[in-house]
């Protein structure tokens, strides 16, 4: 059983950029402590190479029980050069697969928001994807990445043969279309669902499974079917159709992948992984920016920190139910950016560029 206190989050700056873009978030926390009360108790603790480099191993078990522990996690980012050479079970990514694995975090949500400041950093034409606001709900500990049997195997003839099998249960489908669900009731209420039930049973069983539950349960949010190639092809064609998508573990990893790159530029991408909610209504959740650990920029203050910066307004919204706060908090970062203050990656002609702390100092003071 989930024993989760209220309002514990637990800081994992990690390496590289993620302890510089983590303070930034720190500094937003203790502000929403002291100027609205709010009774956040926060805890810091190393994972990753740093932790490597001290106790020997990505995680230790006193900060994984400390996670279990935590209603809200915060990650920076894992990873470098310097532990690229580590056996398997030591490297710094181990980390992260370990919490998701362990807290059974099955939904990864990941918002794909293109600010109109910044539409000249996508690659598709401005007004496609001016003021592109959609969320990628992708099951994540299911379906063909971890369905048995699965291998390689001898055959006849001197071949060999690969083998993964994409299987999905009742449950593991409905939990996580549950929040989709949830989700577009606090968006624009329209869920499109995406298999490939034309091909795959599993993908028929998708569907069927996502249309009776909006029958049974959420008959005020509208819902569609797509096939995921065409959601693909839709994604490029007119992305603006869309407000929640969910999908499988296999097409969600490319569909996110695709989305997130409408929008152009990697420090300012959040995103979110949910586990199940508790009888209490509790549930375990992981925020971190898409981005890694920068190590070509790590140490120099420019790292942009406006991707872990609205990961912790999701956390406001799906963990806290501090909807008001998030929405504050993403309105702040919207105003620092029609200010024209930019970080070195997102810098262009005519903005005012400014340091990893000057632009969380900023945000900081258009919330008051
Ligand atoms: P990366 O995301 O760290 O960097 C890619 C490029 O984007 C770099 O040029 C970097 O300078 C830039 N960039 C990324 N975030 C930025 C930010 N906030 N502000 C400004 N510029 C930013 O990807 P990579 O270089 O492929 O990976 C570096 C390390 O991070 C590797 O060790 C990798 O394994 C790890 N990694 C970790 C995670 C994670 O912790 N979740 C995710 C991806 C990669």
């Avoid at 291998?151 to 489908?173: C, D, F, L, Q």
Wanted: hydrophobic share 40%.
């Amino acid at each position: 059983m989930i024993k989760v206190k209220k309002r514990k989050i637990l800081l994992l700056p990690g390496d590289g950029i993620g302890p510089e873009v983590i303070t930034e978030v720190k500094k937003i926390i203790s502000w929403f402590n002291d100027k609205k009360s709010l009774d956040f108790e926060i805890d810091q603790e190393l994972v990753g190479g740093c932790s490597y480099d001290k106790h020997g191993t990505p995680i230790t078990d006193e900060v994984f029980y400390k996670a279990l522990e935590s209603e809200v996690i915060m990650l920076g980012a894992v990873g470098g050069p310097t532990w690229d050479n580590l056996e398997f079970s030591k490297k710094p990514e181990r980390a992260l697969l370990k919490l998701r694995k362990e807290l059974k975090l099955f939904a990864n949500l990941r918002p794909a928001i293109c600010f109109k400041q910044l539409v000249d950093a996508s690659t598709l034409k401005p007004e496609v994807v001016s003021g592109l606001d959609i969320m990628i709900v992708r099951e994540l500990t299911g379906g063909i990445y971890f369905g048995e049997p699965r291998g390689i195997k001898p055959i006849e003839n001197g071949e060999r043969k690969g083998i993964n099998t994409h299987t999905y249960t009742t449950s593991e489908i409905t939990r996580v279309a549950r929040i989709a669900f949830d989700l577009a009731r606090k968006r624009s209420n329209k869920v499109t669902s995406c298999e490939k039930s034309n091909v795959m049973e599993a993908g028929q069983l998708w569907k069927e499974e996502v249309q009776e539950l909006q029958e049974k349960e959420y008959k005020d949010v509208e819902l569609s079917h797509m096939l995921a190639d065409n959601c693909a092809m839709q994604l490029l064609r007119n992305p603006k159709q869309f407000d929640v998508i969910v999908t499988d573990n296999l097409f969600g990893d490319m569909l996110s992948d695709q989305a997130s790159m409408l929008t152009g530029s990697l420090g300012l991408l959040p995103s979110a992984s949910l586990g199940a909610k508790n009888k209490d209504g509790e549930m375990r959740a992981m925020y971190e920016p898409i981005h890694g650990s920068a190590p070509d920029i790590a140490g120099q203050g420019i790292a942009n920190p406006i991707a872990s910066i609205l990961s912790f307004a999701m956390a406001l919204r799906y963990s806290l139910d501090l909807d008001k706060e998030a929405d504050i908090l993403e309105k702040a970062v919207q105003d620092v950016l029609n200010d024209g203050l930019r970080t070195k990656d997102i810098m262009s002609e005519g903005m005012k560029e400014t340091s990893t702390s000057a632009m969380g100092d900023a945000i900081i003071s258009k919330l008051q």
